[in-house]
């Protein structure tokens, strides 16, 4: 069993949109810059018209009704990278490769085209095969200084805010859930040198039903009707690959 790269811990709370920069730092270590995207995945097969992606709010239709998306945050932590092969831990130390409880951070999604930087860390070299993070609902007794910085967000995970057919919305959601994402082909990461990862939220699939009509987020709420339609699609809504030109698409 090989050992697991948690590289990305101590850039959360410092570097935050650091990713911005060209450069890869004065001591010229490699580094991965960590990029949120929005879109419509190619592969993800929803009926209905795709949407262009300008700036915000981000406006979506499937003819009949029309969802305008202001505002998107997430709560992220635990976010990993994993090495392929043995040699993920080859410049630490062993007990430095166990899995390490970070965050959790909040994330405002992008609602604008291309690829948006979060924050920079320095990383080993070598190839990366997999990104792995969680969807966390934020707690108040394992999350105390978080939820005290964001009250509204207690035992939530995502918030979304907008309208549906004009009328004002908030969606919240409290899903908790682990993604683990392969890197097909795995990131590279090189002496002295810089890869860029994205991790592309596809929120196009969030507020439909199976055939693509889309649904009122306020029938999603905890409760209602389309929670959990809606959690699963929130759930299989993720994507990440190395993404050289920041353009938020893969390939």
Same mark, same amino acid.
């Not at 991965?32 to 097969?45: D, K």
């Not at 690829?115 to 860390?121: N, P």
């Not at 080993?124 to 105390?144: C, I, L, P, Q």
């Given at each position: 069993?090989?050992?697991?790269?948690?590289?990305?811990?101590?850039?959360?709370?410092?570097?935050?949109?650091?990713?911005?920069?060209?450069?890869?730092?004065?001591?010229?270590?490699?580094?991965?810059?960590?990029?949120?995207?929005?879109?419509?995945?190619?592969?993800?097969?929803?009926?209905?018209?795709?949407?262009?992606?300008?700036?915000?709010?981000?406006?979506?239709?499937?003819?009949?009704?029309?969802?305008?998306?202001?505002?998107?945050? =997430?709560? &992220? %932590?635990?976010?990993?990278?994993?090495?392929?092969?043995? /040699? @993920?831990? $080859? +410049?630490?130390?062993?007990?430095?490769?166990?899995?390490?409880?970070?965050?959790?951070?909040?994330?405002?999604?992008?609602?604008?085209?291309?690829?948006?930087?979060?924050?920079?860390?320095?990383?080993?070299?070598?190839?990366?095969?997999?990104?792995?993070?969680?969807?966390?609902?934020?707690?108040?007794?394992?999350?105390?200084?978080?939820?005290?910085?964001?009250?509204?967000?207690?035992?939530?995970?995502?918030?979304?805010?907008?309208?549906?057919?004009?009328?004002?919305?908030?969606?919240?959601?409290?899903?908790?859930?682990?993604?683990?994402?392969?890197?097909?082909?795995?990131?590279?990461?090189?002496?002295?040198?810089?890869?860029? =990862?994205? &991790? %592309?939220?596809?929120?196009?699939?969030?507020?439909?039903? /199976? @055939?693509? $009509? +889309?649904?009122?987020?306020?029938?999603?709420?905890?409760?209602?009707?389309?929670?959990?339609?809606?959690?699963?699609?929130?759930?299989?809504?993720?994507?990440?690959?190395?993404?050289?030109?920041?353009?938020?698409?893969?390939?």
């Amino acid at each position: 069993m090989y050992a697991r790269s948690t590289v990305l811990a101590a850039a959360v709370a410092a570097t935050l949109l650091s990713a911005c920069s060209d450069s890869t730092g004065a001591s010229g270590d490699p580094q991965v810059r960590f990029n949120l995207a929005t879109g419509s995945s190619p592969a993800a097969g929803m009926a209905g018209p795709a949407f262009a992606v300008a700036a915000a709010p981000m406006t979506l239709t499937d003819g009949a009704n029309t969802l305008v998306i202001d505002q998107v945050e =997430l709560v &992220l %932590r635990e976010i990993e990278l994993e090495r392929v092969g043995e /040699d @993920a831990c $080859a +410049l630490v130390a062993d007990d430095s490769c166990e899995k390490l409880e970070l965050g959790p951070i909040l994330l405002d999604l992008p609602l604008t085209a291309g690829a948006v930087g979060q924050f920079t860390v320095a990383v080993d070299t070598g190839h990366y095969g997999e990104v792995e993070f969680e969807v966390h609902k934020a707690s108040s007794s394992d999350d105390a200084a978080f939820v005290a910085q964001h009250p509204d967000l207690a035992d939530r995970s995502i918030r979304v805010t907008g309208s549906y057919n004009g009328a004002a919305f908030t969606f919240y959601s409290d899903i908790d859930v682990e993604q683990e994402i392969d890197l097909v082909p795995p990131m590279v990461v090189g002496e002295s040198g810089s890869a860029d =990862l994205t &991790l %592309r939220v596809d929120l196009d699939r969030w507020f439909r039903d /199976d @055939a693509g $009509a +889309l649904l009122d987020p306020a029938t999603a709420n905890k409760g209602e009707p389309n929670e959990g339609q809606v959690k699963n699609n929130i759930q299989n809504g993720f994507e990440a690959f190395e993404d050289a030109d920041r353009d938020g698409v893969e390939g």
